[in-house]
């Protein structure tokens, strides 16, 4: 992976701490966080127009409010190399989540299955990977010299981690939830299609045994 930077072109995965906090970007990285921002907040005023029930608002507003804060922290403290990466690890899930709904939605559930499964690996790679990422953010951060970073500027930097990292548990917790959902859907669906089984199969012997009485009768 690399950084591209205002100054001197391009740096590698393991220098882009030396250019954090970062006081400018380049255009494109610039472009790309406007996009990311305005995507987050676009979300909001989306809940009305996409008739969002009321009981339904406060979930959506904590998890969108989730997602602004340490991104537009990170944009405003000058974590903008590091958080980019991050941002890209986070959103490569994303697209598979949602291509996974997308042919599901099209009634093809069967073939949605395997892209599930590949974003449940990737989703738990990707928190941790961000989770490491994170760390190690703020442990170069720590060692750099008072010229290299304000002791205010430092602070401001720390809270945005430790927020990025909650979010990190966050994520998390709402995974096992999700996973835990589908297997006690799966558990109930497989439990009344049993049900049905065994009805059908009861009135198919209960037919079976009329016709023999009948049978028996018009002997």
Request: contains cysteine; hydrophobic residues 50%.
């Amino acid at each position: 992976a690399v950084v591209s930077t205002q100054s001197t072109g391009v740096y590698n995965l393991s220098s882009i701490w030396e250019h954090t906090p970062a006081d400018s970007m380049p255009m494109l990285i610039k472009f790309y966080w406007i996009l990311i921002l305005a995507f987050v907040v676009h979300q909001y005023p989306e809940m009305y127009f996409m008739r969002v029930k009321n009981e339904d608002m406060p979930d959506k507003i904590i998890g969108y409010t989730a997602y602004l804060i340490p991104i537009l922290g990170a944009y405003l403290t000058g974590l903008i190399y590091p958080a980019t990466i991050i941002l890209v690890i986070h959103c490569t899930t994303e697209v598979l989540k949602a291509l996974s709904d997308v042919i599901e939605c099209s009634g093809n559930g069967d073939a949605a299955q395997p892209l599930y499964r590949l974003w449940s690996v990737a989703f738990i790679i990707a928190r941790n990977a961000i989770a490491a990422l994170t760390v190690v953010t703020f442990f170069k951060l720590r060692g750099k010299t008072p010229d290299e970073i304000s002791q205010l500027r430092f602070i401001a930097c720390s809270v945005v981690l430790l927020i990025l990292l909650g979010l990190q548990l966050y994520l998390g917790w709402k995974f096992v939830q999700t996973v835990l959902s589908w297997r006690h859907q799966a558990k109930e669906v497989a439990l009344a299609q049993k049900k049905a089984d065994n009805f059908w199969q009861q009135r198919k012997e209960a037919n079976r045994e009329a016709k023999k009485a009948r049978a028996r009768r018009g002997l």
